[in-house]
C-alpha cells in the first residue's frame, strides 16, 4: 500500500498520485459499502473460518450479512500444530470471540476442512482436542464442509494481507447457497 510506506523511519514523506489514489479507494470503500450488519438474535448465524500457516481468520453473518469478522497471526507454539489441529483452534478462537451472540443459539459452522465435519465422532483424541471437545459441547451446531474456492474472504483474513480493503465483502452471501 503506497501509504504505507510514507511511515517507514528515515523515509521523505513524498505524497504520490499512486497514494492519493489509494487513499480515495479507502475512502469510498469505507463510505459507501455496507460492510458490516447489526445483529439480531432472533435469526440464525453462520460461522466461516479458515487457517493457515501465517494466521486464522473468521466471519459471523447473518443472512449472508457479514456481523464481524476476527483474524490473528498464529502464534509460535501453534506453527507446530497439524493442519487438523491448527484449523480446530481456529473455530475455538472464533466461538470464543463470538460466544455472546452463539451462546443458546443454534448456528452453521463452515470450514474448509472437510473432516472436521466427523469430529465428534472420533474415537481418540490427544489432551488438547478433549479440551476442545468439552468447549464445543457448550455451543449448539452444525458443522458445513466449505470448498477452497468458495471460501475466499476467510480465506484472506487468515493470510498476511496487504490490502484487505480490496476483499469483496459481498462474496460472503454465497457461503450461505
Known sequence: MPTTSLQKKGKTFKWT???QKSLDKINNLLTTMPIFNITDPNKDYVVC??????????ILMQEGRMIAYE??????????YSTYDLELTTIIHALK???HYLMGNKFLLMTDHHILTNYFRQSTLNDRQARWVNF???????IKHLKDKENRVTYDLSRKVHYIYEVSFSEVSNYLQ
Open 71 to 80: 483474524s490473528r497471526k498464529i502464534k509460535e507454539h501453534e506453527l507446530k
Open 49 to 58: 473460518t479458515d487457517a493457515s500457516k501465517g494466521g486464522v481468520g473468521g
Open 17 to 19: 498520485i499512486e497514494c
Open 136 to 142: 464445543l459441547r457448550g455451543f449448539d451446531f452444525e
Open 97 to 99: 470471540m463470538w460466544w
